[in-house]
């Protein structure tokens, strides 16, 4: 059994104050409307968890008795930090869960393949991450005025999500981030730390993340 832990709790801070980016309207349904369906409709998702700010239950349970499921979903509390929410998420999958993808609650464009393809690479490796290939040239500072050094592109790849793995494998990378007392920016960095390999699965769509208003004419353009 294959479960989606979409990550909702953020604040989105970026967008202004008050604003939660989720439940802004975009192409007639809020953002995260989008992102639950993906998911939804996917072939090789069988379970949803959505991981949420305290506060906000009622507001989920309200967009999905409007929205035409077909996959149960539970609901889990948000954490401090990004990596409490998956933790949180991972917590309440069902018992016969063997593989999650996680994805960015904000993340609402995410094609179809996309998702099948990052599930099918986790089966075989036990994690796998969609990501695109860099294409802008990219330099290093040392100091946030200078440049110090040019990086090699074509090494280099911008990690999304979705995110898979096999359970174990995640549950037993994130207990050593928190055993640690350590910060990761996403849930591939925590297989680094216990040396678990991580398959790339390109995208070659795009796969954008609501981060500012600017974003939104774009998804606006995507998603119709």
């Known amino acids: ?114 998702i099948e393809a990052t599930v099918k690479a986790a089966h075989l490796t036990g994690a796998a991450v969609a990501a695109q290939r860099v294409s802008d040239t990219i330099k290093q500072s040392d100091d946030g005025q200078l440049i110090a050094r040019h990086l090699d592109r074509s090494r280099l790849w911008a990690v999304q999500t979705p995110q898979a793995f096999r359970l174990d494998i995640i549950r037993k990378a994130l207990a050593v981030v928190r055993e640690k007392g350590l910060s990761v920016t996403d849930d591939t960095a925590a297989c680094e730390l216990i040396g678990q390999p991580v398959q790339l699965v390109e995208c070659a769509k795009p796969n954008p993340k609501v981060t500012v208003p600017a974003d939104l004419p774009y998804l606006e353009l995507l998603l119709k």
């Open 1 to 114: 059994m294959t479960s989606a832990i979409i990550v909702a709790a953020g604040r989105g801070t970026r967008m202004g104050p008050n604003i939660d980016k989720l439940f802004l309207e975009v192409a007639g349904a809020p953002v995260i409307a989008h992102t639950w369906r993906r998911f939804d409709e996917a072939d090789s998702i069988d379970d949803i968890v959505l991981v949420v700010r305290d506060g906000l239950q009622d507001a989920f349970s309200e967009l999905a008795s409007s929205l035409p499921l077909n996959k149960p979903y539970r609901l889990a509390l948000g954490g401090r930090e990004r990596q409490d929410s998956v933790w949180n998420g991972l917590m309440v999958v069902p018992s016969d869960t063997a593989l999650v993808a996680i994805q960015d609650g904000a993340r609402p464009c995410t094609p179809a393949d996309l």
